[in-house]
């Protein structure tokens, strides 16, 4: 694929709101064989004019559609077969409920944890047995985000079930995020 094929596509996915892609994707429109598509995006890649986020999943960051929660939109591509949420610090820290600033977005998932050093941050996967039929009135899908995340009180269970520090939780404030997500 030439640099010029690359931006004819990369302006195709744009129009389509599109600004990140898998290798998957790549492949249907270049019809090429996957060594001669990886070697090509790879010298994309080096030349920046792609941005390599993880295995197989690559993003034009010059696109007009790049969203503002880019991290979490990342999530539907890194684990599309998994049910994942947002919980543990990342959830707990947003709700006030522990004052330490996560470096990282933390994610619950029916999948195998998995951490994701990308370009635009650090995404964790942490497994969890709970059964679908248990999140039921404990999770709620966030719109402006895409992804759907946690209660205050799964959020702390998790953080508990996953031997995490449980010393940076405040108790009132934890009180006073149920209560609003139960309003």
Known sequence: MTRKELDQFLNFLDLHD??????????????ETPNTLRHSLSRHVQSKAITRLARGLYANLHSKTKPLYA??????????????YLSLESRL????????VPTRLTMMTAGRSQIYNTPLGTIEFTHTKREVSEY????????????????PKIA????????????LVDSHEYDLAQKEWKA
């Not at 599109?18 to 019809?31: G, M």
């Not at 702390?156 to 010393?167: H, I």
Request: proline residues 2%.
């Open 71 to 84: 991290l979490e939109d990342m999530i539907r591509f890194l684990r599309p077969s998994h049910i994942s």
């Open 18 to 31: 599109c600004w990140i892609f898998t290798i998957q994707t790549a492949e249907v429109y270049f019809q």
């Open 156 to 167: 702390l269970e998790d953080l508990g079930n996953s031997k995490r520090n449980l010393g």
């Open 136 to 151: 039921s009135g404990f999770i709620k899908y966030d719109r402006k985000r895409n992804i759907l995340i946690a209660s």
């Open 93 to 100: 820290s947003e709700l006030g409920v522990i004052s330490q």
